[in-house]
């Protein structure tokens, strides 16, 4: 049996239900809301984790721990062999030449070089942070490392 050769059993596709298209079809007036409340109403939506007024089980149960999460600073992460491949073309690197080489996206994260990878070229690096072990590589090649 192949996907084309595949057909809909008898009563599986039906059609819509045409609500509120008069009496003689069994769903018109109401449309199957009921009368009144706010479910009968347009619109009608309940925030998630409510409980038809009664206390939620988020609010009953007891919150305990931290997270740190929204603390943890991001960074947008480029590696020594990346930086490596430009050194034909470019003597400084810099968040703008890293965006035009599609290494890194441009958004607001702070940039910042880790040491995987070699470097032979003296390439003068500027980002907002640098790994001691990529410091040290650029620094071994005759270039420089600048913090924003």
Request: net charge positive; with cysteine.
């Amino acid at each position: 049996m192949r996907l084309h050769e595949l057909i809909n059993s008898n009563g599986s596709n039906r059609p819509k239900r045409r609500l509120g298209k008069g009496e003689g079809n069994g769903h018109g007036k109401t449309c199957g809301r009921g009368h009144k409340g706010s479910k009968s109403r347009s619109g009608y939506s309940i925030q998630p984790g409510f409980e038809g007024g009664q206390m939620p089980m988020y609010r009953r149960l007891p919150h305990r721990g931290f997270s740190n999460f929204k603390f943890h600073k991001g960074y947008a992460i480029v590696n020594l062999g990346d930086l490596e491949r430009l050194a034909d073309d470019v003597k400084e690197v810099n968040r703008e030449v890293l965006v035009k080489a599609g290494l890194v996206r441009d958004n607001s994260l702070p940039l910042k070089v880790l040491g995987n990878g070699e470097i032979k070229s003296a390439l003068k690096v500027s980002a907002a942070a640098f790994s001691a072990s990529a410091k040290s590589k650029i620094e071994a090649a005759g270039g420089e490392a600048l913090t924003d």
